[in-house]
């Protein structure tokens, strides 16, 4: 959203030259050195999970608690994981993102004000 709704600065703003600003590139390097290790992560973390489904058939039926067995266990982690990293996500943009890109958007209707 923008701090003055009012007024519209899409015209006076040259979007290109900006987005190869200095302070643009760097919440781009800020916010890729975040996703893609996340990424990758949760990547190999998703197809462990599917390939021991597939080859370790007596590693995921080890029965863990009751009728819970490996399998199951490793399949609700999936959840959890994806909600950790969703958490994670959220805090690291929070604190580094969003700060960094407020001062970009508040720069550029300040340009567009004049």
Do not use: C
């Amino acid at each position: 959203m923008s701090a003055n709704p009012e007024r519209d600065v899409t015209e006076d703003v040259d979007f290109v030259t900006e987005s190869q600003s200095g302070e643009f590139q760097e919440l781009r390097r800020t916010h890729r050195s975040f996703v893609f290790p996340m990424a990758i992560f949760f990547l190999v973390w998703y197809f462990a999970y599917v390939l021991l489904a597939d080859y370790f058939h007596d590693f995921m039926s080890i029965k863990v608690l009751g009728n819970i067995n490996m399998g199951i266990l490793l399949g609700l982690l999936q959840f959890v994981s994806t909600f950790l990293i969703t958490a994670a996500y959220v805090s690291f943009s929070n604190k580094k993102l969003d700060p960094k890109a407020t001062a970009i958007r508040e720069r550029l209707e300040q340009k567009g004000v004049k």
